[in-house]
């Protein structure tokens, strides 16, 4: 009567349950079966039954049990053995084990618990003992089961984020294609003159841009863009203002001008700068601003006007390798309204070449906490001052490689080489 009293009073304390529905209970004793399977089944629990392991085995290959309970030693197959092979079963939960003893001995317990048992209960058992294993084992099949379903969110959620990567890892690849179509000829030999172009993002795409436009028969224009930050936003950048650049006609390239006869003339660099600059500030809604050089060149006289925006300072080589910078700097366009701009003018000489860089070379990594600078770049140009045309690129390329220990460049790569051969016909 006491132990059906006690019974009595913890099946009414029973919590509600979840995540054991089902219990096994397991030993060779059919008395001891029965009075476990009495204690189970007034808290609720779906039980079932086995004689012996290989039983056991049988019945958990086609239920879904949540909790076992088994003998330690049985005929055949003993407790032990049993929760080897049950713990070797291909199953959706984990499955909550107490091992049923009347050993004590450490080094037994020990035993249990390296082949998978997760709890003890000592023979004879108690009820009152029994649901308080059993509420323990409920705990952790409840957290199993909560950080299964939070793995399985996870699992899903990084398959989407994968998923929607991909998309866009495609997207930025067809956009890269485009804004490479940009720049639709790397090299133009203008018979006098010619100009060799140079363009590699760091990413996908970048904000960098450089190219060149015919102005008529004499003269033509060049231009440097770089785009403050990197991704798409700015790439989308360059593409529009590629479109006041690139064109031969005063109604698609806001640095040509048309007189009265018909004719087309370069505008002036700095008036060109100042219209980008209030158009960035008052028709475009972004926060993005860029640095540019713009400038036409004769290819007769070897006159060459730009106007410098916060980009850096170009290049003057002469016929003997030597190399002078020289600009004004300039500030850059879209960040301050009615901002100032001048024209530079130079003059060169048979022989004679401009180089401009963007600052992803001036400020390329030595590998370590330098970088190239002014001064590593003028020696680089040096250094390569014999070769022409892309050859001279892919030879400054190496080096420039090279000197970043032949790691990822960090930011977009662009430049212009604008070559002076001499006047042969007007």
């Not at 002036?268 to 400038?295: K, Q």
Request: hydrophobic share 40%; with cysteine.
């Amino acid at each position: 009567m006491l132990i059906a009293q006690k019974n009595h009073t913890y099946l009414q304390a029973v919590p509600e349950r979840g995540v054991v529905n089902t219990v096994l209970v397991v030993d060779d004793s059919r008395a001891q079966r029965r009075i476990l399977s009495s204690y189970l089944g007034r808290w609720g629990y779906v039980v079932f039954e086995a004689a012996s392991g290989g039983e056991a085995i049988e019945i958990c290959q086609r239920e879904p049990i949540d909790l076992v309970v088994s003998d330690w030693m049985m005929p055949g197959m003993n407790g032990l053995e049993f929760c080897q092979a049950f713990r070797q079963l291909d199953r959706a939960h984990y499955g909550y084990f107490i091992l049923l003893t009347s050993k004590s001995d450490k080094a037994e317990v020990a035993q249990g618990l390296d082949v998978g048992a997760d709890d003890f209960l000592t023979k004879p058992v108690a009820g009152d003992e029994l649901l308080a294993r059993i509420r323990a084992g409920e705990r952790i099949l409840r957290m199993e089961r909560e950080l299964t379903e939070k793995n399985r969110l996870v699992s899903s959620t990084l398959a989407e984020i994968s998923a929607l990567y991909d998309s866009l890892d495609r997207d930025l690849v067809e956009a890269r294609k485009m804004q490479q179509s940009l720049v639709r000829e790397r090299f133009r030999d203008f018979q006098t003159a010619q100009v060799s172009l140079l363009l590699r993002p760091s990413g996908h795409v970048g904000g960098d841009l450089v190219g060149f436009f015919p102005i008529n028969e004499r003269q033509f224009g060049i231009f440097a863009l770089d785009v403050s930050g990197h991704g798409i936003a700015s790439a989308l950048m360059t593409a529009r203002l590629a479109a006041y650049l690139t064109g031969s006609t005063p109604e698609q390239n806001l640095a040509i001008r048309s007189n009265e006869q018909g004719g087309f003339y370069p505008a002036d660099p700095s008036e060109v700068a100042a219209a980008l600059n209030r158009l960035m500030l008052e028709e475009m809604e972004t926060d993005l601003y860029f640095t540019m050089i713009l400038g036409h060149f004769d290819r007769f006289s070897g006159d060459f006007v730009m106007a410098q925006c916060g980009h850096p300072t170009p290049i003057f080589q002469s016929t003997d390798g030597s190399v002078t910078f020289f600009g004004d700097g300039g500030m850059p366009v879209g960040l301050i309204p009615n901002a100032p701009y001048e024209d530079v003018r130079l003059t060169l000489s048979p022989g004679e070449r401009i180089l401009i860089f963007s600052d992803g070379v001036t400020e390329c990594p030595d590998g370590g906490d330098g970088m190239l600078g002014e001064e590593g770049l003028a020696e680089m140009c040096r250094k390569v001052s014999r070769e022409t045309g892309n050859a001279f690129f892919d030879t400054f390329l190496w080096d420039l490689n090279d000197y970043n220990k032949d790691r990822d460049f960090p930011d977009d790569i662009s430049a212009i080489l604008l070559e002076y051969s001499g006047q042969n016909t007007r």
